[in-house]
C-alpha cells in the first residue's frame, strides 16, 4: 500500500473520487471515508467499493474514449496546415545565431 500511494494515478484517483463525493455524497464515498468515519462494517464497505471502483473506472474509460474520438473527428474535419508547421531551417539557424549576438 506504501508504494502505490507516491503513484500518479492513485494521485488522480484519490482527487476523482474526492471530487465525485463533493457532488455525490450520498451516493460517492471514498473507501477510506467509508472504514474510518461511519459505522458501516468493513465488508459492507469493501464490497461498495468495488461498485464504486467499477463504475468511476468505466466512466474514466467512456470519457477518454470520447475524448479520443473527439480529437480525431476534428483532426479529420480540420487539419492542420502543415507548411505553416513546418519552419526552414535557415529560419531557426538566424534565430539562434541573433541570441549569440546579443
Not at 492513485?10 to 463525493?21: G, S, T, W
Not at 473507501?31 to 469493501?46: C, E, I, K, S
Not at 534565430?95 to 546579443?102: E, N, Y
Request: charged share 20%.
Amino acid at each position: 500500500m506504501r508504494a502505490h500511494v507516491n503513484s500518479k494515478w492513485f494521485i488522480f484517483r484519490k482527487r476523482v473520487d474526492n471530487l465525485l463525493h463533493f457532488l455525490m455524497p450520498k451516493t460517492i464515498i471514498p473507501l477510506y471515508t467509508m472504514v474510518t468515519f461511519t459505522r458501516t462494517r468493513y465488508h459492507v464497505a469493501v464490497e461498495r467499493w468495488h461498485w464504486q471502483d467499477t463504475v468511476i473506472n468505466r466512466g474514466l474509460l467512456l470519457g477518454a474514449v470520447g475524448a479520443v474520438f473527439g480529437g480525431s473527428y476534428l483532426l479529420i474535419k480540420n487539419p492542420p496546415n502543415i507548411n505553416k508547421l513546418v519552419v526552414p531551417a535557415e529560419k531557426i539557424w538566424n534565430k539562434l545565431a541573433a541570441l549569440i549576438t546579443r
